[in-house]
């Protein structure tokens, strides 16, 4: 199992976005689908669907949080074809952030914000080998301005099989961006590639619930681990979530779950439901002790 996850909060839209956005890739299928009933938002669907060998979670759950491009993600393509094609499916009805034309960094590159919100950076990486097709990104905007080499480095430090590789500094002649912060700067969290920014321009958005992580623990303990770790943010622990120091959100959630889920006894389904809508940090046990019950 995937160790970290991304999850993209929807209104009802999430069937719908998950069949798109399968469509945009050769190496893509649906893993599982859930409706779970008596939430706080009412029935909610929740699935979970691979995109070139990657894992993201989409749940239909109310109106509640939209996608900014606090987070966005890269799209490496072998070539300006490819970057074009994606485009051309992925602009309609959406937000062109950055033009698509040739830049410093990339013979063809755009930002756009999709049909639903969701932000994608698009772009040719020439002859390079791409071992991780897409990459989620973070952009630190507002007060969390300049922590990005700080957010990086405590992540890193949380997870095994995880460093820090290339950093690309804002110089003397940024405009707005302070010397030494971060213009971009890769990462591997648990073997996984992130990437993370500083913007110090004036961005009317920021992180949110719409877009979050999560991570799958096998054992209590690390549950704990991460929960204590991160959680900063005490109002907004709620069912696994989590708001860390920066204002990012994680989801801390027993690997157990997943078969959980998936049981075909809607009563059973019930009970762990309504046990797990009671906690804030996961209980393996006492879940265990619903399902079974």
Not at 40 to 62: K, R
Not at 128 to 149: N, W
Not at 153 to 177: H, K, M, P, T
Not at 236 to 261: H, N
Request: glycine share 4%; with cysteine.
């Amino acid at each position: 199992m995937q160790k970290i996850a991304t999850h993209l909060w929807f209104d009802k839209e999430a069937e719908e976005a998950a069949e798109f956005y399968m469509s945009l890739f050769k190496e893509a299928r649906l893993k599982d689908k859930t409706v779970l009933n008596d939430t706080p938002s009412g029935t909610a669907t929740m699935l979970t669907i691979e995109l070139a060998g990657q894992d993201f979670m989409l749940i239909s759950a109310g109106p509640f949080f939209k996608f900014t491009p606090a987070v966005s993600f890269l799209i490496a393509c072998d070539s300006q074809e490819e970057v074009d094609a994606l485009w051309e499916k992925l602009s309609p009805g959406g937000e062109v952030l950055m033009p698509l034309d040739r830049y410093p960094f990339s013979e063809k590159y755009g930002w756009v914000a999709d049909r639903y919100g969701l932000s994608w950076q698009i772009m040719a990486v020439g002859g390079q080998e791409i071992a991780q097709k897409i990459t989620p990104t973070l952009m630190f905007v507002g007060d969390q301005c300049g922590r990005a080499e700080e957010a990086v480095n405590y992540y890193v430090s949380l997870f095994e099989d995880s460093q820090v590789s290339d950093i690309l500094r804002y110089g003397e002649a940024s405009l707005l961006d302070k010397p030494e912060t971060i213009q971009h700067v890769e990462f591997t969290l648990a073997r996984q590639k992130f990437a993370a920014m500083d913007s110090a321009y004036d961005h009317q958005f920021t992180f949110n619930e719409a877009i979050s992580f999560v991570v799958n623990c096998e054992t209590q303990e690390e549950i704990d681990h991460f929960w204590n770790a991160l959680s900063a943010v005490p109002e907004a622990e709620q069912c696994g979530w989590l708001k860390d120091r920066y204002g990012f959100s994680w989801q801390i959630v027993p690997t157990i779950m997943k078969e959980m889920m998936k049981d075909d006894d809607p009563e059973k389904l019930a009970k762990v439901t309504a046990a797990f809508l009671k906690m804030k940090k996961f209980d393996i046990e006492e879940l265990k002790k619903a399902w079974k019950s």
